[in-house]
């Protein structure tokens, strides 16, 4: 199985690009994948780059509705128009961010969800994408585990009241890379907007006792600027350790993880954690 990064906020090579976004390519049981498509089509033209057989993709699984992840899905189906794409059901909710007194929406709206309604698979909570490869959210969670990032709200069902978003949009991929699930899985997330610790320990509880080979994704520690913090750094100490105690052999942190966030991870986590900048390659 192999994992490649086609695109975050740095890159490991100046022939490529990069970007404020997310997108994964994933090779595995002989088929193709894509895990988020990144803020624009850069992510596909890095792919070409790195002569990766995008054009071959079996399926893609956006982690959340949110345009650094969701923004590049054009450029995707261009090359692959009959594909399946996984995306959890409450992304359908219309969602924005706080800006001081100005509003945002952070995803695709109603006309993504028209344009590809005859590829999208719409799940609540769980999900298979084929033997091995699942799609997973966390059902029953504690509050403070939950990134601490407020400026995210929808609107009440009378369409006239703003109320905190609850990120019932988010979910990741559990992967098992060897013949025998028992000898461990990777956690692949977009932001973790629900916190490190509550999908830790929603996969703990569904595969008790399997080891985590590896954690993989942007962390949400930042915002438009790389080296601040969008949360307390108590916040980034405790998922930190919570990855730490989970007994996760790797972290490889990047996007939303930011470089503050990443050094502070770095403190506790030590040589168990590594940037993954677009352009790497992670072979399990």
Not at 154 to 181: L, M, N, Y
Not at 238 to 262: D, M, N, P, Q, V
Request: net charge negative; aromatic share 12%; with cysteine.
């Amino acid at each position: 199985m192999k994992i490649v990064c086609l695109i975050e906020n740095t890159a490991i090579d100046d022939n490529l690009l990069s970007e404020d976004g997310m997108s994964l390519f994933v090779e595995f049981g002989g088929r193709n994948y894509i895990i988020d498509a990144g803020l624009t089509g850069k992510a596909i033209d890095n792919a070409r780059r790195m002569r990766l057989p995008v054009d071959e993709l079996s399926a893609v699984f956006l982690t959340h509705n949110s345009l650094p992840h969701t923004g590049g899905i054009d450029a995707i189906m261009k090359l692959n128009p009959k594909i399946h794409i996984y995306l959890r059901a409450g992304a359908k909710s219309e969602v924005f961010k706080k800006n001081g007194l100005f509003k945002a929406p952070v995803g695709q709206g109603k006309a993504f969800f028209k344009k590809y309604a005859d590829n999208l698979i719409l799940f609540n909570s769980f999900s298979e994408v084929c033997e091995g490869f699942y799609l997973a959210s966390c059902e029953d969670f504690e509050e403070k585990y939950i990134n601490p990032d407020r400026t995210y709200f929808t609107h009440a069902e009378d369409e006239k009241r703003q109320i905190p978003f609850d990120f019932s949009d988010e979910s990741f991929a559990v992967i098992f890379p060897k013949k025998r699930k028992a000898d461990g899985l990777i956690l692949v997330g977009g932001c973790f907007h629900c916190g490190a610790a509550n999908m830790l320990e929603t996969v703990q509880e569904r595969w008790h006792g399997i080891p985590i080979l590896a954690v993989i994704g942007g962390f949400h520690f930042t915002g438009a600027n790389p080296k601040s913090l969008n949360c307390p750094a108590e916040f980034v100490t405790a998922s930190a350790r919570a990855l730490k105690s989970s007994g996760a052999e790797k972290i490889y942190a990047c996007h939303c993880t930011g470089f503050k966030g990443f050094d502070l991870m770095d403190e506790i986590l030590g040589d168990r954690i590594q940037y993954l900048g677009a352009g790497e390659a992670l072979e399990f």
